[in-house]
């Protein structure tokens, strides 16, 4: 990955941050925030380096707990080992299919919060919790799920436009065409 | 098969979140309010949006809806005065009565207007920001409210922003009273995540008699909320635990999903 991409993959993680604080259409509509962490982290675990995965794990996490009442560091592992195992197992996942990229967004925007919440119970912290939280769950995985192939359509834009174009050689070439019928 | 730099990122992440997890008390919400700094562009450009959507919305009001709405308020007004007066001679008898009794003179509230700024991106989690801070004389432990009743209470303070708890938080537990004949109290929690309205009245007496509709208060026991302000009405109530004590559900006041604008109660 281009260091421009890493950098932009940061700056969005950060925007995605006060976006969730910010923005409450969502909350107001579904009874839930979605989160777009686990999104990016999906596509930084696929597309990005180890490096870039950490940074965006760590920061996102952080910036996300510095706004929330959750005590400093608790997303940080979940977002973390979500990547983490996307990234190692990268070679076998077909990450251009779009079908992949809402499952993949779907698995990690499920398994963050549930490790989250294990984390913040096992700290011993009493977050909220009920029947509601399962609705709050769906709402949250399913909207990472979505959100997850508009990441990578996003990046891959941004990747279009700020690296060398791969130049396409055909074999069809205008001065070796062969003419059939009379001239 | 994982690489050397796998194993050193794992390790590293699950360092850090030790460490940070392991922070002392003070020392993590210091360094929350200084990553938090990170955002105050963010904040202001917000503010400015907001501001300039407000003016261009005021800008195409017609002149005679504001001139019958400017109208309403200065009747409104008027009325607030009259009643003012109203209040200010029961105020005076009521310091004299006091006074003569021997108890101790209640002291005006004095409040301070704050801007909601951000929410909680949690969903576990049921907190706002404001845009008060230490510099405008906010402390943790402030009640919060607006004029349908009380919101929560301050749970951290920075430099120019604050984080308020909002009622139904787990951290944010407030000993209630109902307004009835037989004044019961209890302790108002968290109804679930869901429904943000509705809040629990837990232990309250076995034998309360509660009727929905009954106003809900602050009893003012705890030091944090002065006595009296409103909560909530009684949805219902019920016998719980084998009948060893009751829990009444509670429709708060403030509109909590809705926060725009709330008011810091200064002691």
Known sequence: ?183 | MLKRSHYIALALAVLVTLILLNLPGQTAVRLKLAIGSLFLPLFGLANSTHQLADNAGEAIVPRKDLLKQNDSLRRENQEFGLRELQEAESRRENNRLRHLIGWQQKAPWKLKLANVVLREPANWWRTVQIDLGSRDGVQVNLPVLTPEGLVGKILTVGLTRSQVVLLGDPNCKISALVENDTRNMGIIESAGPFDGSLLTLDYLSKDATLKPGENVVSSGLGGIFPKGIPIGKIVDSRQVEDGLYTEARVRLAANLSGLEEVWVLFP
């Open chain 1, 1 to 183: 990955m281009n260091p421009l991409n890493s950098i932009l993959l940061l700056l969005a993680t950060f925007l995605a941050v006060f976006w969730e604080g910010a923005f409450n259409g969502i909350r107001h509509l579904f009874g839930a925030q979605i989160d777009l962490l686990p999104a990016l982290v999906v596509y930084a675990g696929l597309c990005g380096g180890l490096t870039t995965m950490t940074l965006v794990a760590v920061m996102g996490g952080l910036l996300f707990d510095t706004l929330s009442a959750n005590p400093p560091g608790v997303t940080v592992l979940p977002l973390f080992v979500s990547g983490f195992v996307l990234h190692s197992q990268r070679e076998l996942v077909l990450r251009d299919q779009l079908f992949a990229q809402f499952v993949l967004g779907l698995a990690a925007s499920a398994a963050v919060p549930v490790l989250t919440l294990l984390l913040l119970l096992t700290s011993g912290h009493t977050p909220m919790l009920g029947w509601g939280s399962l609705w709050q769950w769906i709402v949250m995985t399913l909207g990472g799920g979505v959100a997850t192939p508009v990441v990578f359509q996003l990046f891959d834009l941004f990747d279009r436009a700020l690296n060398y174009r791969r130049t396409t050689e055909t074999s069809f070439r205008l001065d070796r065409q062969i003419r059939r019928g009379r001239n």
